[in-house]
């Protein structure tokens, strides 16, 4: 099972902007990205989720991941290799989400109440498990050091970036 997510908060102050000369930081050859005022962010968080969907120990290189990217009317969706995902958007975040081919998954992204963001998106998604799984989970390390549920040894995918968090996991058995 594969799972992925990134986010990237549009009003984080320190936010570099990030024209279309920008993206020959980050692209691969195979690249594909329809012309879009966030063209950069829409590639990153792909790239980021495809890797972290990936869950291999090795330095995120976004030149070395091909992802294309497709607009159709209002709805972003990306492929990579045998992954494909979706780019969300509105005025202050993109993010971007996968997961493997009929692997049913959920996510959720929220503001960030605390200023602990990676322990607060881990309780956010325990309490999301809790809610509509009725299952009491932990998350734990796998044997490369990457988070899984307790439940199953379910991966899971966290995010944050500013004032946004978030999480992609797969529906439990």
């Known amino acids: 099972m594969m799972v992925g997510i ?7 102050p320190l936010l570099k902007p990030r024209d279309h000369r920008a993206l020959r930081l980050i692209s691969h050859p ?3 990205v329809p012309d879009h005022p966030h063209s950069f962010w829409l590639l990153w968080t792909a790239k980021e989720a495809v ?3 990936q869950r291999q120990i090795i330095p995120f290189e976004p ?3 091909a992802v294309s990217i497709l607009q159709r009317d209002n709805t972003l969706s990306f492929q990579s290799e045998t ?7 509105d005025q202050s975040i993109i993010y971007a989400t996968v997961h493997s081919e009929n692997q049913p998954c959920h996510h959720q992204i929220l503001k960030r109440n605390t200023q602990s963001p990676s322990e607060e ?3 956010m998604a325990i309490q999301f498990m809790k809610l ?3 299952l009491q989970v932990a998350i734990h ?3 490369k050091d990457l988070p899984v549920l307790s439940h199953q040894q379910l991966p899971i995918s966290f995010t944050h970036h500013h004032d946004y968090l978030g999480f992609i996991l797969p529906k439990p058995q």
């Open 132 to 134: 509509h799984y009725q």
């Open 6 to 12: 990134d986010l990237v908060d549009l009003s984080d």
């Open 51 to 53: 890797f972290k969907a």
């Open 30 to 32: 195979d690249d594909h």
């Open 141 to 143: 390390t796998d044997e």
């Open 63 to 65: 030149k070395k991941i």
């Open 83 to 89: 992954l494909r995902g979706n780019i969300f958007q």
């Open 121 to 123: 998106v881990r309780a």
